[in-house]
């Protein structure tokens, strides 16, 4: 019979580590490296180079391809709330949304 498989312990991305693939990402996309339908082959190596080298911590390519869309369905729905002129912004030192109570509550009865 088989030896069960310890349990692989799970590293979570901290905030620092989200905003910095993003900020990634957003470079790529700037130099034409990606488009915004697509992650090419060569996106989770260079993100999981970036990681290792940054934080000193290498993720699984599954966990990576998973973070960047859970970021790119984000950046969309943050686009899409900027569009409709809620005066959305966000904040990078809390890594937050933010909007003055006045327009969430308007948004909320909306």
């Known amino acids: 019979m088989p030896k069960p498989k310890a ?5 979570n ?3 620092k580590m989200e905003t910095a693939i993003a900020e990634h990402l957003l470079n790529m996309h700037r130099n034409g490296e990606i488009s915004s339908q697509t992650i090419g082959s060569h996106v989770v190596p260079q ?6 080298e940054t934080f000193g911590v290498s993720f699984p390519r599954d966990t990576i391809r998973s973070k960047y869309y859970a970021l790119q369905n984000l950046t969309r729905l943050y ?3 900027k569009k409709r002129g809620t005066g959305m912004g966000w904040d ?5 949304f933010m909007m ?4 969430w509550s308007h948004l909320l009865q909306v």
């Not at 349990?7 to 590293?11: A, G, Q, S």
């Not at 993100?47 to 290792?52: A, E, F, K, N, Y």
């Not at 003055?100 to 327009?103: G, L, P």
């Open 7 to 11: 349990p692989k312990e799970r590293i």
């Open 79 to 81: 686009i899409s709330f």
């Open 100 to 103: 003055d109570d006045e327009r």
């Open 13 to 15: 991305f901290t905030p």
């Open 92 to 96: 990078s030192t809390n890594f937050t």
């Open 47 to 52: 993100i999981t180079r970036m990681l290792t």
